[in-house]
């Protein structure tokens, strides 16, 4: 049995999360799988009802009971510092560790790329974001604030460990999955120490996969390229900070974030899994958002859980729903949220 923890969140976190247990109880049901999906209330009403976001006991709970963790969109407009979402996020990846944020990127249909002359093959590209190290961990401080002389330091902190476990899981991964590639990106022309420390670590673990080929670029560059050449691109293995940045273009490559899926992985740890798209207070509850995210997103968990079949499964009906436009407007079709998650299950079902 797999025993999975929802966390609808904020916002359409909540609608688009409530189509995706949908879809997972119906290809369950098909497929006779035991998930067990338990929902967690740790949403930003209970966050201003209590002041607490969530408990040490809860992530302790999170990381010893559950096999994986299903994440809506967090962040609501009436906590402006992000505090809630903050805690619940970071506190996760940091208390699991999770090092591997996996972003894949598929187009799965050419009408939703705004480049021109592209085929779905042309854009399949797996990111390795490193996840826990980075800009984000949150070290610094600011001086003299709200003077003319201020100053802000935020520390970039980049460990050998943090660096060659990421950069492994890239290539390890490229093998596994019949890759032919990894390109690092990074900013080794301009930050000399942590950009040295990665040239260095990946041309090391690199060594040991010559099956497999590499190669070392500027993020700048790289991004520029990756809009002009996407096919070139098959595996990418960047910091946390550049990353985040490459995902997100990669994303608006294939249609946007309503069709982007993400895991938080550590090997042996549950995986935190969560669409990458944001709340959206200004649709909420207007049956608008976007499900296809999340629904992918389930998917990916099914094939961490080991079901691949199942996920298939999950990612043919999705591509069959954008073909035959049983979508949301902003895919060019005219169903609403509940309504794309219905059209799936019945996919699943009779296909």
């Not at 688009?16 to 998930?35: F, H, N, P, S, T």
């Amino acid at each position: 049995m797999a025993r999975i923890a929802v966390i609808p969140g904020d916002g359409i976190g909540t609608e688009v999360i409530r189509q995706a247990v949908k879809v997972l109880g119906c290809v369950a049901e098909e497929a006779r799988l035991d998930l067990e999906l338990v929902e967690w209330n740790l949403g930003a009403d209970r966050y201003l009802e209590t002041g607490v976001a969530i408990t040490e006991e809860e992530k302790a709970r999170l990381e010893t009971e559950y096999d994986a963790i299903l994440l809506g969109a967090l962040g609501d407009p009436r906590v402006p510092d992000h505090a809630h979402a903050r805690e619940i996020l970071l506190g996760l990846r940091f208390r699991l560790d999770l090092y591997v944020n996996l972003r894949p990127v598929r187009l799965w249909d050419a009408a939703f790329s705004p480049l021109k002359n592209v085929a779905p093959e042309d854009v399949d590209i797996v990111i390795f974001r490193e996840n826990t190290e980075g800009v984000y961990v949150g070290l610094g401080g600011t001086f003299k604030m709200g003077t003319p002389d201020e100053v802000a330091i935020e520390e970039d902190v980049n460990t050998r460990k943090g660096v060659e476990r990421i950069v492994r899981a890239a290539f390890e991964y490229a093998r596994s999955a019949g890759r032919r590639r990894v390109t690092l990106a990074d900013k080794a022309n301009a930050m000399r120490y942590a950009g040295g420390l990665w040239r260095r670590v990946f041309a090391e673990v690199g060594s040991e996969y010559p099956d497999i080929e590499r190669e070392a670029m500027y993020v700048d560059a790289l991004a520029l390229d990756m809009v002009l050449r996407p096919a070139r691109y098959d595996v990418i293995v960047a910091s946390n900070l550049f990353g985040d940045i490459l995902s997100d273009l990669a994303a608006a490559l294939v249609g946007g974030l309503g069709l982007a899926p993400s895991a938080n992985l550590h090997p042996g740890k549950p995986g935190l899994f969560e669409p990458v798209h944001g709340s959206a207070p200004d649709i909420a509850g207007k049956d608008r958002a976007n499900p296809l995210a999340a629904i992918l997103t389930g998917a990916l968990m099914l094939e961490q859980l080991g079901f691949p079949r199942e996920a298939g499964r999950i990612e043919a009906a999705v591509r069959r729903s954008i073909e035959l436009r049983r979508t949301t407007p902003d895919l060019g079709g005219e169903l609403g949220t509940e309504a794309v998650g219905d059209w799936i299950c019945r996919e699943l079902r009779e296909g």
